[in-house]
């Protein structure tokens, strides 16, 4: 499986924007970047993903480079509730193992008041 | 709430016992996923279902085993347990192979 690097470790000001970084230079064509996140306590729940172009939802945006060998995941305005481990993982989703989401370590977000 | 339900939420248990987890999935959901959370090794996927058949395995050991009913519930079963199978055991649904994972709360397993 194609892997992603993340560092294990970052902060954040309350209400300021959070720039969540990954790479993942074997990439195959067929991979798709998604990003969940886990709260204290709780069980993974999903962020955003994208192919090619770059992806805004209600959560987030995904800025993904031109190459497709690294993406940023962006909270435009971190909250406490925020804090969490961000996952980065690639999906193919036309090969054998369709569907399977292999976690790696994540980023674990800290939001300062 | 996700709509996955997960029971028991705890158990605590011996080693050498077998115990079974349950996960009811979001309704329309045909695909089951089994993932294991322990502090040392972080989320380990462990088996997929869909539609009743299994589809992909993980990291699962041959003492831990897996189905899914023809009402597309799923149950992990887990025998000769060990003290290292202590961990938050994860269930996610999603609708077909490719769409996004909705997880439960989790059971979380202690093994004294």
């Known amino acids: 499986d194609a892997k992603t690097t993340q560092p294990n470790s970052m902060e954040s000001n309350e209400e300021e924007p959070v720039h969540l970084p990954c790479n993942h230079s074997t990439i195959s064509g067929t991979d798709y970047i998604h990003w969940y996140r886990q709260l204290p306590s709780q069980g993974p729940e999903y962020v955003i993903h994208?192919?090619?172009s770059n992806v805004n939802n209600r959560m987030a945006s995904l800025a993904i480079a031109e190459d497709r060998k690294s993406s940023t995941l962006i909270l435009h305005r971190a909250t406490l509730r925020d804090a969490a481990v961000y996952y980065c993982?690639?999906?193919?989703?036309?090969?054998?193992?369709?569907?399977?989401?292999?976690f790696g370590k994540g980023t674990k977000l800290s939001v300062k008041p | 709430d996700s709509g996955v339900t997960q029971t028991p939420k705890h158990l605590i248990t011996a080693t050498g016992q077998r115990v079974t987890l349950r996960c009811s999935p979001r309704?329309?959901?045909?695909?089951v996923y089994w993932y294991q959370q322990s502090l040392d090794q972080g989320l380990q996927f462990l088996i997929q279902?869909?539609?009743?058949?299994?589809?992909a395995k993980g990291n699962i050991l041959e003492r831990f085993s897996a189905q899914q009913f023809p009402d597309l519930h799923s149950e992990l079963n887990l025998s000769s347990l060990e003290l290292g199978d202590s961990a938050l055991y994860f269930c996610?649904?999603?609708?077909?192979?490719?769409?996004?994972?909705?997880f439960g709360e989790g059971s979380r397993l202690t093994v004294l």
């Open positions: 994208g192919l090619t």
């Open positions: 993982i690639l999906r193919d989703h036309y090969g054998g193992s369709q569907g399977n989401l292999i």
């Open positions: 309704s329309g959901d045909l695909s």
């Open positions: 279902y869909y539609n009743g058949e299994e589809r």
């Open positions: 996610a649904s999603s609708v077909g192979q490719t769409g996004e994972l909705f």
